[in-house]
């Protein structure tokens, strides 16, 4: 396999065709065959690059070192194999047979690279495979509202403007200092990932995960059914965003005011207000700051390193440390759950925790050093009542 440009010459009897797929596997081609009673196809695999056709003055001048088995392949489908190549290099040149030769699907491959080498491309309503562009590209892309396979923009911080685009079938992905102003797309099918800077004013939803590297405003997202990640020093602003349908990774800044549900774990390093967030359906732990007044229940752990105000938590399911790993409360880590109830496991404070209400710890309770533990309403320990906390000194 090369990364551009293998085809497969298949001859059938006195049939010839030429077959390509876009990833440029000869074996992906060669799979595709079906099987005829009498007929035994015989294959010639045939590849050349971008910069073999455009040096060459003419194909056909170059055919033995393209076509392996070049002294048994039937000259019928010589032939063939040279005009296919020939129009590649045409196209390559000028942009020729996007339209019409190489039209279908699987020659996606071609118009990348003729986008590629600068040629003035004018792309359809619908691209059905991969797309992948760059900021300094020369396209007309007025008609194009949807892209059927991955979209990525790269390279120059010049804008990458797609301003009728409505769907991603697959993944997108801005990278390293690209700009990118799609101000229809509704929705990407896949993963979303953004390095550079991403104007995406109508985006609802992203099938996979999230991951912000750069700078995002999503005014319009509701849901991420994957992961959502918000890495070093990004910043994301998604307003509307109700739902993260697998785990939510703070490490930057995030304002996400109306997300109500996490179904995997919440871990804040950096920044986030998560005003409306009720549940966390995994671990919950904040190494930063996090802001999260309507938080009434963590289903698994909850870890707290940093900062949390949790005025409206009543319960944890698992383990509580002010800390590390079950409800934990670690060094100079300060937790106010002032409705907290119930804590399913065990309970260890390293820092200062205030729960005022806490009346049931489902484990043991370790409160560590200089640490302040202050819950005056608790009851019940590990199943024992007039419990009266233990104090454990390093």
Sequence with gaps: MCDFHSILGVAIGDTYEIRHDSSNSHAGMAGKLENKPNRKPVMFEAEAS?????????????????????????????????????KLKEALTDGSHLESYFAEDKYCDVWNKVIE???????????????????????????????????????????????????????????????????????????????????????????????????????????????LAVSGSAKLDATALTEVGGNLDVYGSAKLDALTKVSGYLNVYGSAKLDALKKVSGNLVVYGSAKLDALTKVSGNLVVSGSAKLDALTKVSGNLIVSGGNLAVSGSAKLDAPELTEVGGYLVVYGSAKLDALTKVGGNIAVYGSAKLDAPALKSVDGRTGFAPRVRKN
């Design 50 to 86: 971008a910069e073999k056709l455009l040096t060459c003055v003419a194909v056909d001048d170059i055919k033995s070192s393209i076509i392996r088995n070049y002294g048994e392949c039937p000259e019928q489908l010589v032939r063939k194999i040279v005009a296919h190549y020939q």
């Design 117 to 227: 080498g600068g040629i003035a491309v004018t792309l359809p309503a619908t691209f059905r495979g991969n797309l992948a562009v760059s900021g300094s590209a020369k396209l007309d892309a007025t008609a194009l509202t949807e892209v059927g396979g991955n979209l990525t923009v790269y390279g120059s911080d010049k804008l990458a403007k797609l301003d009728a685009l409505t769907k991603v079938g697959g993944n997108l992905a801005v990278s390293g200092s690209a700009k990118l102003d799609a101000p229809e797309l509704t929705e990407v099918g896949g993963y979303l990932n953004v390095y550079g800077s991403a104007k995406l004013d109508a985006l609802t939803k992203v099938g996979g995960y999230l991951n912000v590297y750069g700078s995002d405003k999503l005014d319009a997202l509701t849901k991420v059914s994957g992961n």
